[in-house]
């Protein structure tokens, strides 16, 4: 018999018609098509074990190379030309774009602030990266948040290894942080709604707190929250008017080091407390 006519699973086959003249049925054809499906699902499962691309990578990164320019054309304020290396990990880890809705993914990685509803903004992705690395802190910190808003500068945090407890005054936002949040992975990012000029008593002491909306005072509940020689980062101004971000360190006596760093505009602290 030549090579040919026997095949082999997914090679050719000969005739299949026996002395006498019936045509039967081909097993070489049923085995070229089990061999073809078999191909098929191999390809299929690798398909499905190879890694997504991630479309917003290089966008990404284009961002973090345009933070760390504003941060040298900065540094005399900052007082460093270069963010320490854990924020910049998590500004090129962190995807800004679950963070925003749907119909802004698009402008997810402009360096500026966006609406996420009910008056409120993710703050700008510069802002977001000073403010962490103003805070100082290190893996294992526990860090209070007032004003969690979208849950970009709580996933941040997390990324840097905090364990971070923040309060969010609007329900929906806070539920939709919590849900996005725990989406990601961040079980490091505690989320509750509240009044967050309040605090988090429960978890307190803090080694960080960080306020992402303005106001013309300190938070007193906060500052009893924080450890000595924590430090709050937070702006410090009236609403309409150009605020002070501002580093506040506490001291062993109760009072504060205070620090200007830059003029931002920030959404004020809304709620009874903070009015």
């Not at 190879?50 to 990578?57: I, Q, S, Y």
Request: net charge neutral.
């Amino acid at each position: 018999m030549s090579q040919s006519a026997a095949g082999t699973p997914c090679g050719p086959a000969g005739s299949n018609r026996p002395a006498g003249g019936i045509e039967r049925p081909n097993p070489g054809i049923a085995a070229r098509l089990l061999c073809l499906l078999l191909t098929l699902s191999v390809l299929r499962i690798a398909m499905a074990a190879a890694p997504t691309e991630d479309p917003f990578a290089d966008r990404r990164d284009r961002l973090v190379e345009s933070i760390e320019l504003q941060v040298e054309a900065t540094s005399d304020s900052l007082g460093t030309d270069r963010l320490e290396p854990r924020v910049i990990r998590a500004m090129r880890t962190v995807p800004r774009e679950r963070f925003v809705p749907a119909w802004l993914r698009a402008q997810a990685y402009l360096d500026a602030p966006l609406p996420i509803g009910r008056g409120q903004t993710i703050s700008q992705p510069f802002v977001v990266a000073v403010m962490s690395h103003l805070l100082d802190i290190s893996p294992g910190d526990r860090v209070y948040e007032l004003g969690t808003g979208s849950g970009y500068q709580a996933a941040v945090l997390a990324q840097m290894g905090a364990e971070v407890y923040s309060v969010e005054i609007v329900p929906e936002l806070a539920e939709r942080a919590a849900a996005t949040l725990a989406a990601l992975g961040y079980d490091n990012a505690h989320v509750r709604q509240g009044d967050g000029y309040r605090g988090w008593p429960e978890a307190a002491p803090f080694d960080g707190v960080i306020v992402t909306a303005a106001h013309p005072e300190i938070p007193e509940p906060l500052l009893q929250q924080l450890k000595v020689g924590g430090r709050m980062v937070m702006p410090v101004g009236d609403l309409g008017h150009v605020q002070q971000l501002m580093v506040l360190t506490k001291q062993p006596d109760g009072s504060l080091a205070q620090r200007r760093v830059l003029p931002v505009r920030f959404v004020p602290i809304t709620g009874p407390s903070g009015r």
